[in-house]
């Protein structure tokens, strides 16, 4: 039987959806941490409802078989959106997300009328960055720890800010009296050495591809480079491409959430008159 992820559906409790926005969370994150965004999102465009599953290996969506990699998480969002008997009318994703989205716009483009990748690049990177520094952290810690403020104090000894810190430790489960990593970080490192060396520009410069592709900026963020900009900015393709810069850093969805709204509630399509 092919697993199906974890997941839970934000939806207006005053009229019926129309379609549906697939949001994806980042490295070691967890579907419930766009749910505020999601809640605020339907109530400013309740003809649109949001799915937020855990991705393969995050959350409650554990034991998914390897290979861990960008298409085999694009496939899992798939599985989940046909287990559902629904569609991905659009998909969001933030940093690994966005990734993930940008591969599933690719390989499952049927009814997908937009991608939106949030402090995302198509490029390749090399194994630096927040998701790696955090691997490298956690696998220099103790495998367990007295409490989840221990640990938070030890990520914050490895460099991480008290609210990140306190944010990972939400990855802990209590064994005993004692607090464990739910997360298999060997597995995790395989993802994100994928995404890491995915080139994902044949899915953005495709002049086929019908999808819109939104790109979203974090100022204070240096994921995506200048000169990836202007190279989205010169691509010509069917769907189009728009890049949108708000105020914040790579958590832009804690940093400036109402800016994410926003964005959505202008650029999500609508065909219902006043949505």
């Known amino acids: 039987m092919v697993p199906v992820l974890s997941h839970t559906v934000v939806a207006s409790d005053t009229r019926a959806p129309q379609r549906r926005l697939v949001v994806l969370h980042g490295a070691f994150g967890a579907g419930h941490n766009w749910r505020t965004i999601a809640r605020t999102l339907v109530r400013q465009r309740p003809d649109w409802s949001v799915l ?9 969506s554990q ?51 937009q991608a939106w990748a ?27 720890f007295d409490s989840r403020t221990d640990a938070a104090a030890a990520l914050v000894r490895g460099g991480f800010t008290p609210v990140v810190a306190q944010w990972m430790t939400s990855n802990l489960e209590q064994v005993g009296r004692r607090y464990q990593w739910r997360l298999d970080f060997d597995a ?23 999808t819109t592709l ?33 105020v914040g850093g790579h958590w832009i969805q804690a940093d400036n959430p109402n800016g994410v709204v926003g964005l959505l509630t202008e650029y999500l399509p609508s065909d219902v008159a006043g949505a």
């Open 52 to 60: 937020l599953p855990d991705l393969r290996l995050h959350g409650a």
């Open 63 to 113: 034991g998914f078989l390897p290979p861990h990699t960008l298409r085999g998480a694009a496939s899992d969002i798939a599985t989940l959106t046909q287990a559902l008997g629904t569609r991905a009318d659009a998909i969001l994703g933030h940093s690994l997300g966005g990734k993930v989205a940008l591969r599933y716009a690719s390989d499952y483009p049927s009814g997908l009328e």
């Open 118 to 144: 949030v402090d995302a690049t198509p490029a390749p990177e090399p194994h630096v960055g927040s998701a790696w520094q955090m691997l490298r952290t956690v696998r220099a810690l103790p495998p367990e």
């Open 188 to 210: 995790l490192e395989e993802l994100l050495d994928d995404a890491s060396a995915a080139d994902l520009w044949s899915v953005v410069a495709d002049p086929a591809r019908a």
């Open 214 to 246: 939104h790109f979203i900026k974090a100022t204070d963020s240096d994921v995506l480079s200048s000169e990836t900009q202007q190279r989205l900015r010169t691509t010509n393709t069917a769907g189009g491409i728009s890049i949108h810069a708000l």
